[in-house]
Structure formats: C-alpha cells, structure tokens
C-alpha cells in the first residue's frame, strides 16, 4: 500500500478520522493517498484548499483535462486512473485513451490538444518551458489569466503525484473494475494494489467533531 506506516482506518481519531470521514464521503471508502497523509492531516486539508482555489477560477472539464495530462506524463497511476476516469463524464473513453497514448485526438479542439500540451511539459519538467510554448496558448485564444490557471494545475499536481509516488502508494483497488483497455492505459507508473479498500464507520460523527 505504501513504503510508510500509516494510522490504520479502525485506529483513527481526532484529525486522522475527520480526514478519512470527509475522504470517504467524496470516493465512499478511505483511498490509499489519504492513509499516506494520516501522519499530517493538516497537510491535506491545505492541499485540498488550495485544489478549491485553482478550481474555482476554472471549469471541471477543463481542470479535468489539465489534471490527467499531468498526471499521466508524471506517470503516476493512482491520479492517471482517477482523473481518466473524471474525464469520461466530458469525453469518450477511446478519446481518453489516445490522449494517454500521446495523441492528439481530432474529438478535441485546438484549445483542449494545446492545453495538454503545455500540461504536459510545465508537469514534467517547467524549466524546458519558452515563450513560444506559452505564445501557442495565446494563439489559440487563451487569456493569461487562464494560462496562470493552466500552469497552477499542472504544477500542483506535480506536488502531489511526486508525494505520492515517493512513498509508494498505490492505486486503490477500486480500480480493478474500470473497462480493462482503459484501466490498462491509464495505470502508467505503480500498479494498481491488492489490499480491499476500507471503511471507517460512522462518519456522520466524525464528520461532526
């Protein structure tokens, strides 16, 4: 599950409990990245601020797009299969799949490929970035604002996935039921793990503290 000790699920109280009782309410169990944070849980509450922030200043498809195109360069699965699987309420899952191919999928827009584009490097490595790279957004109509918006996603998913990654954790077995040749394509770095996903009872209390 992790390279880390973390707070088991039925040992949780105080912060650790809230936390897995508000994980739990959004994905009904408690996933693996948020075990990873059970020793800061302070942590995750910033992360999830923050996440609130940049969301707020774009919509969910785009965030979407941007979130899994940095996600999968960074080859991390565990953010690859859940954004991958967000972004099938937007597009088909074959068009999915070729963007997790390195395609440029003709059901998206000259915005949408650029966007990924541009979220693919700034994840990957920023310092490769030029003006010309950002002049490819303008040119597709992208206001800088929006472009500010674009790199804030890209760069705090790089935070996140790298976090993740560098304690070992795993995809949550959740996964397992996705549509084989899009689970397939989508987990990219880590495999997905074993352990049965896990609950932690009475979260309307622990939610209430």
């Known amino acids: 599950m992790a390279f880390i000790q973390t707070i088991p699920v039925g040992d949780a109280d105080g912060d650790v409990r809230e936390m897995y009782a508000r994980q739990q309410t959004r994905f009904g169990y408690v996933p693996n990245y948020a075990k990873v944070f059970s020793h800061r849980p302070g942590l995750m509450k910033y992360w999830a601020d923050m996440q609130n922030e940049i969301r707020r200043h774009t919509d969910r498809r785009r965030f ?23 972004l099938t309420e937007y597009l088909s899952a074959a068009t999915v799949r070729a963007i997790a191919e390195g ?14 584009a541009f979220a693919r490097k700034a994840a990957v490595d920023a310092s490769t970035v030029t003006a010309a790279d950002v002049e490819s957004l303008q040119a597709v109509g992208l206001s800088d604002p929006e472009i500010f918006d674009i790199a804030a996603i890209a760069a705090a998913r790089a935070f996140f996935t790298k976090l993740l990654d560098a304690l070992g ?16 394509a989508l987990t990219v770095g880590r495999p997905i793990g074993q352990s049965e996903v896990e609950y932690l009872p009475n979260i309307a209390e622990a939610l209430a503290q």
């Open 169 to 184: 954790t795993e995809p949550d077995s959740a996964y397992v039921t996705m549509d084989p040749s899009l689970r397939t």
């Open 64 to 86: 979407e797009l941007v979130t899994f195109s940095a996600a999968h360069a960074l080859k991390n699965s565990a953010c690859a299969l859940a954004h991958g699987k967000a």
């Open 103 to 116: 395609e440029a999928p003709r059901a998206l827009s000259n915005v949408d490929n650029a966007i990924v």
